[in-house]
């Protein structure tokens, strides 16, 4: 069974370690702020300027004026700093994110990821993705396996524009969590209850099942 979008956010979580600096991106990157575990001290960084933000509001705590990269309403906890986007930035393209966590529409074997634009589809802009991807050394993706239409999302060879070449080295689908070396896709983790026999018919590029792979618990 696929997994549910909360489900894939908490997985995303357990690749957090304490003390680390974390952007998430738009989409289901952001709701891995409601699974920080409760004993781990983790800041997450806004590309709009904000170093500590929290939980999802609820609507006691909403503050419209209170919102991340996406327009989205968040809240800041204990301890936040709030500053202006270019020194956000400057954080970014300094390397000083331990971890970030983006969607994209597609990955491919050699790291390649397309996230930013679907031709002849209207849509924001790059954002702050390609300065995410070009000053990070571990990022991972979170998105469904394959599209609505049924077609591989883990290709041999992107199709769509890139975002940033040879930088992707983790992704979880819906389906699995996998490791990209060598040119492959390393299958690390499977869904619960999701067969390894539909992994392999839902990724194109070239996959790699180990004899060791596991499944994931929650």
């Given at each position: ?10 997985r995303?979580?357990r ?14 990157p ?18 709009n ?28 906890r204990?301890?936040?700093?709030i500053f ?6 400057a954080m970014?393209?300094?390397?000083h994110?331990d ?13 390649n ?35 609505k ?6 290709l041999?060879?992107?199709?769509l524009?890139?975002?940033g070449?040879?930088c ?12 990209i ?34 499944e994931?618990?929650?």
């Open positions: 069974m696929a997994l549910t979008r909360e489900q894939m956010a908490q995303v979580a690749e957090l370690k304490d003390g680390y600096y974390v952007n998430l991106g738009i989409g289901i952001t709701l891995v702020a409601n699974y920080v575990p409760a004993d781990m001290d983790v800041m997450l960084q806004s590309e300027g904000l170093l500590g933000m929290g939980e999802f509001p609820t609507e006691s705590t909403l503050d419209a004026d209170m919102i991340n990269a996406g327009k989205q309403t968040v809240t800041a204990r301890g936040a700093s202006d986007s270019a020194q956000s930035f970014i393209r300094g390397g994110v971890l970030t966590v983006l969607g994209a529409f597609e990955v491919d074997v050699q790291g990821i397309a996230s930013w634009m679907i031709p002849g589809k209207l849509v924001k802009g790059m954002g702050g993705a390609m300065d995410l991807v070009a000053g990070a050394d571990n990022i991972i993706v979170t998105m469904t396996h394959a599209s239409d049924g077609e591989s999302k883990l041999a060879q992107c199709s524009p890139l975002t070449a040879g992707i080295r983790k992704v979880l689908t819906d389906l699995a969590y996998l490791e070396e060598d040119g492959a896709f390393i299958l690390r983790e499977t869904a619960p209850g999701v067969s390894v026999e539909e992994i392999i018919e839902k990724t194109a590029g070239k996959l790699i099942v180990p004899d060791d792979v596991k994931m618990t929650f």
